[in-house]
Structure formats: C-alpha cells, structure tokens
C-alpha cells in the first residue's frame, strides 16, 4: 500500500472552528475539510475527489491577535458595525499530510506540486503553507500486542477517527468537516467524528499502519 507523504511548514495558522463568534478559536490541526481544500486547489479540481487523509503535527505556541469583526445590524437595517475580536493563531507549525488515492490522483497532486505558479495557504488565505517535501512511501499494517510488534509511542499530535481509535487511547473529541452537498441553497457537510490524540500516548494493541519512515498513518475514510 502507497501514500503521498508532505511535510508543510506554516509560521502562523488559524483553522477557525465553526460558530466561534467572539473569539475566533482554532482547531490544533487543520481539519479534513481545509486540507481536502488545498489538495483539491493544487489539482485545479472542479469536482470532489475521492481521496483519504490522515493528519498529524506540531506548533511551537499559540498566539492572539486582534481583528475587526463586520455584521449587518439586521435585515432592514443593512448598515455595517465593525467590533474587535481576537483571533488564536498556531505559531511554528509543522504537519505531515498522507494522502491515499487512486495513482493518476497521486500523479495529479505531484503535478500540481511541481507546476505551481502561485503561492499555497492552509487555513485562512493569508496562512501561507510551504510544501518542504514531498513523495510516495510504502505503508505497512503492524499488529501489535500477541507477540508481535512492540507497543509503539505517538510521535506527534494526530488525528484519529474514532471508529478507529486503539483501545485505551483518549484524547479531544471533535465532529470535523470533511464534504458537503448542496440542499436547497446551502452546504450540508458531512462529518466526522474524531479524536485528536497528544504525542507521548502509546499504543499497545490493535492494528496500526506506519509508513517506511516509522510515522504514524490514520486515514479518515479506509
């Protein structure tokens, strides 16, 4: 089993979580949705592609900033108000992405990769996301516990399904955005529910896939 594995660097990110209002909250890691976003940008896709992503990684600190917040006052009254609102932003922020899909999929990322001309972001558009390196690992399904492999430690922080989870690992529940549709004007998202489990967790049964480099892989559709 193949994946395309990148490591992106950010310096500052916002994943701005749903209906945070009056302080613009962000998720640890980017969500599904965000990161589906960006891959669909770098293909120039038109329509969703089936695709699977499992995410993981780090920041240094969080940091708060102040923006201006716009809203009508009412639907008679469509005059603008402008009020202060902080917003949390990640500090020195490090993931790795692994993606599975189909091989002219993969090819169409790489490409995309390759041939850019403009700039890529992972969040807000203003969060630039450099792509330090890419390429294609081998994965590998480990057993561990029975007498087979060793339990292993979370490297880094990630994102687990909880369908998923290992037993006795716990973490932050979250119902994160992966696609939506289309009803009666409006987009219906699609959700998923998942944990986001710390570094320094062990694993000591079940089933797990690592890539070549010993990293971690839990896809959000498999």
């Given at each position: 089993?193949?994946?395309l594995k990148l490591?992106?660097?950010?310096?500052?990110?916002?994943?701005?979580?749903?209906?945070?209002?009056?302080?613009?909250?962000?998720y640890p890691l980017p969500p599904y949705s965000t990161v589906k976003g960006l891959l669909h940008k770098i293909m120039n896709a038109k329509e969703f592609i089936p695709l699977a992503i499992s995410i993981q990684g780090s920041f240094e600190n969080i940091c708060f900033n102040l923006q201006s917040m716009y809203s009508y006052k009412s639907r008679k009254d469509l005059s603008v108000t402008s009020v202060p609102s902080y917003v949390h932003m990640l500090?020195?922020?490090?993931?790795?992405?692994?993606?599975c899909a189909q091989s002219n999929i993969i090819d169409s990322i790489i490409k995309g990769i390759k041939g850019?001309?403009?700039?890529?972001?992972?969040?807000?558009?203003e969060d630039l996301a450099v792509i330090e390196d890419f390429k294609q690992v081998d994965l590998e399904e480990i057993i561990i516990g029975r007498g087979k492999a060793?339990?292993?430690?979370?490297?880094?922080?990630?994102?687990?399904?909880?369908?998923?989870?290992?037993?006795?690992?716990?973490?932050?529940?979250?119902r994160l955005n992966w696609k939506y549709t289309i009803q009666n004007e409006?987009?219906?998202?699609?959700?998923?529910?998942?944990?986001?489990?710390?570094?320094?967790n062990v694993i000591d049964s079940g089933t797990i896939l690592l890539d070549e480099e010993g990293d971690l892989v839990f896809f959000n559709e498999r």
């Open positions: 089993m193949k994946a490591n992106i660097y950010q310096q500052n990110a916002t994943y701005k979580k749903p209906f945070a209002f009056k302080v613009a909250e962000t500090y020195n922020v490090n993931l790795i992405i692994h993606v850019s001309e403009e700039y890529f972001s992972l969040g807000r558009k060793d339990p292993y430690e979370i490297k880094l922080p990630i994102y687990i399904p909880k369908k998923q989870l290992p037993p006795g690992l716990s973490g932050i529940n979250y409006l987009r219906v998202w699609e959700r998923i529910d998942t944990v986001y489990v710390e570094s320094g």
